[in-house]
């Protein structure tokens, strides 16, 4: 099989690789000349571990080719399917911008030889694939052709750091079609990756758009609502690791996603939160959950700088902070969004230093930080001369740090956990002031 994927971003290299992985034949196709010159040479536009070996390999087979005209590949290429991964930035009142989506759309319908499937892989407001099918064929009978072809939609549910493992072993896959033919197309595409039991499930065009949505919005709650949760347990001595480990327990809640912090980032849960609560009222419908799921998240990311204010009874000029994590989650170098930004601005507004170190995001944080901000060599540098410790980001190689080098570096032994990845008694024990979230001081 053939297939084309417009957009070498996050969702659309992966989508690619993956597909190539598998055997199947790969274009991907961006306009950004100097992004698919650097794809060809193995030189890859972001962080995503196992990626670049899984380009690499797939591309010496020639599974898997770079190229910035979508006509040629169209016109030529046979494909099956073309997938459509471009972004949707988020527009000045927070609905999507389809302006690229509908762009490449139009592009297809100029170039289209014969049956295609034409999917829309981007997260994509409802109703999507409509305006897609109508400015392919609008083009069509531009050119006076009668080509048949169908629009799809397959929302991706891949996270960020795990892409590959979520794509090759994927809890479900989500189809929306509105033909026989095209869901063939999809289920002979999708068959390598049920292997693990997992369903492909066949569902009509709004209803596939609509279930992207809902998974991140759901998701987005649970976080805000286990937020919630942790601020009062603060008020009222309880300890949220206790509460969480208890109700995570019971199936129905399940215990994923319910850890506390300071905020989630990102470029998914904030745009696409903010999306279908526009959606929504574009609609003539409140959102309200949704509203308060977004206020919990604006509210959270100022919670760890509250508790460094309360701690130095707000003296912060002049301090010296230390700063452990920059990406908006671990195992990956992406700055949207992410609390790390909001925490930092606050503490340079108060005239505090900070210096900061994160495994692989200092270059992307730079591009908002600039030198304000002082960049560490490793994790120990950054804590020399420090007031205290913020722990932002959970990556792996913060988690058990020698304590007692830790201690000598700074000037004074406190530690802000913004993810509740140590244990406060022990640290206590170690001579250190922990303030973690959700947890009575
Ligand atoms: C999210 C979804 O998990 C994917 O299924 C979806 O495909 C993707 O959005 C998308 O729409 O493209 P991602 O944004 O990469 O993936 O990252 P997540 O691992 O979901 O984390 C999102 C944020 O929630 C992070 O800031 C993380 O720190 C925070 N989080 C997560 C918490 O604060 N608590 C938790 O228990 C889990």
Redesign the pocket.
């Known amino acids: 099989m053939r297939i084309a994927v417009v957009g070498t971003g996050y ?1 659309g290299l992966v989508t690619g690789t993956c597909f190539a992985e598998v055997g199947i034949d790969v274009t991907c196709i961006d306009i950004d000349e100097r992004k698919i010159e650097n794809l060809r040479q193995g030189i890859l536009p972001i962080y995503e571990p196992g990626l670049e070996e899984m380009v690499e390999r797939n591309a010496q087979k020639g599974r898997l080719s770079f190229s910035t005209d979508l006509s040629e590949v169209v016109e030529s290429c046979g494909c099956e399917a073309v997938f459509i991964a471009v972004g949707t930035p988020p527009g000045e009142d927070g609905s999507a911008d389809l302006k690229y989506v509908l762009a490449v759309a139009r592009h297809i319908g100029r170039s289209l030889k014969g049956y295609t499937v034409v999917v829309t892989k981007s ?1 994509v407001p409802v109703g999507t694939a409509r305006k897609v099918r109508q400015a392919i064929a609008e083009e069509l009978e531009a050119r006076g052709e009668q080509i048949d072809f169908d629009v799809a939609s397959n929302p ?6 795990a892409a590959i493992d979520d794509f090759l072993k994927p809890d479900r896959i989500v189809v929306g079609v509105e033909s026989e033919r095209a869901e063939q197309v999809m289920s002979r595409l999708y068959k390598p990756f049920l292997m693990n039991g997992h369903p492909l499930i066949f569902m009509d065009i709004p209803s596939a758009e609509m279930t ?1 949505y809902a ?2 919005a759901m ?1 987005a709650t ?2 805000s609502f ?1 937020n919630d949760v942790a601020n009062l347990c603060e008020i009222m001595g309880a300890d949220v690791n206790m509460v969480r480990r208890g109700i995570g327990s019971d199936a129905r809640i399940g215990n ?6 300071i ?7 904030p745009k ?1 939160v903010k999306a279908l609560i526009k959606t929504a009222s574009e609609n003539g419908y409140a959102m309200q959950v949704l509203q308060a799921v977004e206020q919990v998240n604006e509210r959270q990311k100022s919670v760890l700088f509250d508790k460094v204010v309360a701690h130095f009874n707000g003296d912060l000029a002049g301090r010296t902070f230390a700063v452990w994590g920059l990406s ?2 671990p195992k990956t170098d992406d700055m949207r969004e992410a ?1 790390s930004l909001v925490i930092i601005e606050r503490l340079l507004e108060a005239g505090a230093r900070v210096k900061a170190y994160d495994p692989v995001a200092m270059a992307e944080a730079r591009h908002s930080l600039g030198d304000r901000v002082e960049y560490g060599k490793d994790e120990y540098e950054a804590l020399i001369d420090a007031d205290a410790l913020l722990l932002v980001t959970e990556w792996p190689e913060f988690r058990s740090p020698n304590f007692s080098v830790v201690g000598k570096l700074m000037k004074e032994k406190v530690v802000f956990d913004g993810r509740n990845i140590y244990d406060g008694a022990e640290l206590a024990a170690k001579g250190f002031a922990y303030h973690g979230i959700g947890v009575a001081q």
């Open positions: 969702v997260t991706e549910f891949l996270k960020e750091g992207k998974a991140n998701l649970k976080i286990m994923k996603f319910i850890y506390p912090g905020g989630y980032g990102g470029s998914c849960f696409d908006f989650k609390p």
